[in-house]
């Protein structure tokens, strides 16, 4: 009796969890289709203003589309942030303003339709990275993985969880994970860690200066920048998921440090580069 409610127990847990995957998977997608008739609604704008030799209808074109992205699509912190930086422009010279609002548009289209350079898979169950520029709530499953203290020089970690893997022969996997002083210093990080592919890879334990380890499933704030994740950009990333902590306090509690989650190695180019800077958090 006893182990058959055990197993209903954990059937009903794991048909949420995939149900959970199969929403999350879903409303990505939505998302993604968003995100694509924005680029092109941008890109239609684009070649409007292209043929056009009229300043002032120029800018109107540029500007009804970028109302029209922004009230069309989820909300992208860097896409607003470009239009507004426009719209905020002290220059009173029709052409001028006009080149302008089509660097935005095409600075917004580029960030609408950036897509990761997948080198790796990520782990079993994790969620689609959030987008460049967009927060969002992510749910993650439990995970195994392999950590190093950042005492050791950034390259160093790198080679020494590297070895570890491949002593090990467990192919590598995206992102790495960088782990940021507890209280909240966007520069400096604490600790390296390699992800396993699934948890039936490997047993936790120490080993030299790796330790392995299972992290329990939880809930990240994320929001997805592009290039590398220098100290300026992390810092801003952070500074805008505490903005929405603050203004989610009531619903939100942070649960753990700073983190930056990189999909790409250097043989990325720079402007194809790819991170989620995330805090941990719990619904209060």
């Not at 954990?10 to 929403?23: E, G, K, N, R």
């Not at 959030?130 to 950042?150: F, H, K, N, S, W």
């Not at 929405?244 to 930056?260: F, I, K, M, N, S």
Request: positive net charge.
């Amino acid at each position: 009796m006893r182990n058959g409610f055990r197993f209903f127990v954990m059937t009903v847990v794991y048909l949420a969890f995939v149900s959970s995957q199969l929403i999350q998977k879903s409303e990505a997608e939505d998302l993604k289709l968003s995100r694509t008739n924005a680029a092109a609604q941008l890109d239609a704008a684009i070649q409007a203003v292209d043929s056009l030799r009229d300043s002032e209808k120029e800018i109107a074109v540029c500007r009804s589309a970028a109302g029209k992205v922004l009230k069309a699509m989820p909300a992208n912190v860097f896409v607003e942030e470009i239009f507004r930086r426009v719209e905020q422009t002290k220059t009173t010279d029709p052409r001028k303003l006009s080149k302008e609002w089509r660097a935005a548009l095409m600075e917004a289209r580029d960030i609408l339709r950036f897509e990761i350079e997948e080198e790796s898979p990520i782990p079993e169950g994790f969620p689609e990275p959030a987008p460049v520029g967009e927060i969002r709530l992510q749910q993650y499953p439990t995970y195994r993985l392999a950590r190093t203290d950042m005492t050791l020089l950034e390259g160093t970690a790198f080679l020494t969880l590297f070895n570890h893997i491949k002593e090990r022969d467990i192919a590598m996997t995206a992102p790495v994970e960088l782990t940021y002083a507890a209280d909240g210093n966007a520069t400096k990080k604490t600790a390296m860690s390699f992800m396993y592919r699934s948890t039936q890879q490997g047993r936790v334990g120490t080993a030299g200066k790796v330790q392995v380890m299972d992290s329990p499933a939880h809930m990240a704030i994320s929001i997805g920048i592009r290039g590398s994740a220098n100290k300026e950009r992390v810092a801003d990333a952070r500074r805008r998921l505490e903005a929405w902590l603050q203004a989610h306090r009531d619903a939100y509690e942070v649960t753990g440090p700073l983190r930056v989650l990189g999909y790409n190695s250097p043989f990325i180019a720079e402007k194809k580069q790819f991170s989620e800077v995330q805090i941990p958090v719990r619904a209060k």
